[in-house]
């Protein structure tokens, strides 16, 4: 059974960090273009990172960048949000999700994950 189980939410201040980690079971993350997307209250869910199966590449939605990265851990089969510099407009529950990588079609194909995990909570506020 394909899962994803989001972890490392919580409250944080303005400026501090947090490290969220999406656990895969099932499937070997390797070998798929992993997403992190995030819902604020009100509004759609949006894609703000992802880590390409085949060749590491890393996309940053221009809101995170500088500030958030991506990566992975083939030993642990899981992948990783670092969150840097949190503003309260991050608040947000954070999803993870994982595709196989289509040809032609870079990790931030949005459009194309359809597996998710429970999300975890994120609130930035002092």
């Known amino acids: 059974q394909v899962q994803l189980v989001e972890s490392g939410g919580g409250l944080v201040q303005p400026g501090g960090s947090l490290r969220l980690s999406c656990a895969a079971s099932?499937?070997?993350?390797?070998?798929?273009?992993i997403a992190w997307f995030r819902q604020a209250p009100g509004k759609g869910r949006e894609g703000i990172s992802c880590?390409?199966?085949?060749?590491?590449?890393?996309y940053y939605a221009d809101s995170v960048k500088g500030r958030f990265a991506v990566s992975r851990d083939s030993a642990k089969n899981t992948a990783y949000l670092q969150m840097n510099s949190l503003k309260p407009e991050d608040t947000a529950v954070y999803y993870c999700s994982a595709e196989q990588p289509r040809y032609g079609s870079s990790c931030a194909t949005w459009g194309k994950y359809a597996t998710w995990g429970q999300g975890t909570q994120v609130t930035v506020s002092s």
């Open positions: 880590i390409g199966s085949s060749d590491d590449m890393t």
């Open positions: 099932g499937f070997t993350l390797d070998y798929y273009d």
